[in-house]
Structures are given as C-alpha cells and as structure tokens.
C-alpha cells in the first residue's frame, strides 16, 4: 500500500505559489521596464529562482510511505528514505492531543530511529491499521508542549538512566572499599613490636 503527501493549502504553501507568481511577473515584466540586456539577467535569475522552489516542491509532493509484508519504507520530504521492519518496532502511536496532533510515530528501540509523519500523509488511518496488525499503536494525549521525541524519551530512557546509576553506584562502592583497604594496610605494616625493640636495646 502506497500513502502520499498531500500539501494543504494554507499560509506557507501560500507563499510559495506567490512566489512562483512572482518570478514569473517579475522575469517577463522587466523586459518593458529595462534594457534587453539586464531583462535577460533578471530574467534568468527569475528562473532559477523558480527552478529552485519548484525543485523543492516536487521533493515534497514525492514524499510516500509505501508498506509491504517484512516492514515499511519512508520516503522523505528531502530525497532520503528510512526503512522499517515490524517485528522491530518497539513503540507506535498516534498523538490525540499536543502540539503535534494528528501525528503516527514508529520507534525501533534495537536502532535507536524514528519516524514521525504529519497528518498531510493520506490516509494515515488506514496506514495505522496496518502497523496494528503487527504492534500496538496508543493514543498519545501530549502536554502542551511536549513533543513525540520527548514523550519517547520519557518512555526509554529512565530503563538506561537506571541501569547507568546502578554502575555508578557499584562502582563508587568498590571505590571507597579500595580506599578503605589502602589506608588500613600501611597501618598495619608500621607496627612495631614492643618486646622486639626492647631486645634489641639489650
């Protein structure tokens, strides 16, 4: 099953189609307004700029997430792609209420990565209902500013936090035995016998 990026249409994406507007103005209008020469500088700087930004829109729009029997693979919003198994997803959800709601997580805790993808993934529903068919997904109700890789932090790292304090514990208690031995041992070794220096006088 393939999901695809959808782009909203709200303020941002706003933004750049004005721009895209813009250049286009901007590049052929300047041809009334200035010499042919520098109409054609501008104009070719007009298209790069366009170039770029439809460059980055087609990077976007071919954001996907495709699934298959063993896992799952991202493609990304900037050309990369992460790959997903989902025998080894340790955590999954899906945040009801925060700062990102609307969101499906995926964590592999054997690899320390993972995923988050914003509501703009059609069809996410139908893409969780695939991930419980191999792991339990919860609903995340979030603090107000919490985020997904806090609230995975929250879950993973006290079991890592705890196991480093225990070392550090034993290891402070070996140290202070160590140094308990090192100071007892010199006394010991500085006795002198009171018998054997008075027959020495003699």
């Given amino acids: 099953m393939t999901y695809r990026y959808k782009m909203k249409f709200d303020g941002d994406s706003f933004k750049v ?3 895209l507007a813009a250049c ?17 500088v501008l104009l070719l700087v007009c298209g790069v700029m366009a170039f770029q930004i439809l460059k980055m829109l087609a990077k976007t729009l071919s ?3 495709i699934t298959y029997t063993d896992g799952f693979t991202v493609h990304m919003m900037d050309g990369t792609k992460q790959d997903f198994e989902w025998d ?6 899906f945040v009801v209420e925060g700062i990102q709601k609307g969101y499906v997580f995926v964590y592999e805790e054997s690899v320390d990565r993972f995923i988050q993808l914003p509501p703009q993934f059609e069809n996410l529903a139908g893409f969780r209902e695939e991930i419980e068919e191999h792991h339990p997904v919860e609903d995340c109700i979030m603090k107000p500013s919490e985020t997904i890789k806090e609230r995975i932090k929250s879950i993973f790292v006290p079991e890592t936090a705890e196991i480093e304090a225990s070392e550090a514990d034993e290891a402070e208690a070996t140290a202070e035995a160590s140094e308990a031995a090192g100071v007892e041992e010199p ?16």
């Fill in 88 to 93: 080894l997803i340790s955590y999954a959800g």
């Fill in 24 to 40: 286009a103005v901007v590049g052929i209008g300047s041809f009334f307004v200035l010499s042919t020469l520098w109409a054609i």
């Fill in 63 to 65: 954001a996907r997430i």
């Fill in 187 to 202: 006394a010991e070794s500085g006795v002198i016998d009171d018998s054997e220096t008075e027959d020495n006088t003699k």
């Fill in 17 to 19: 189609y004005l721009l």
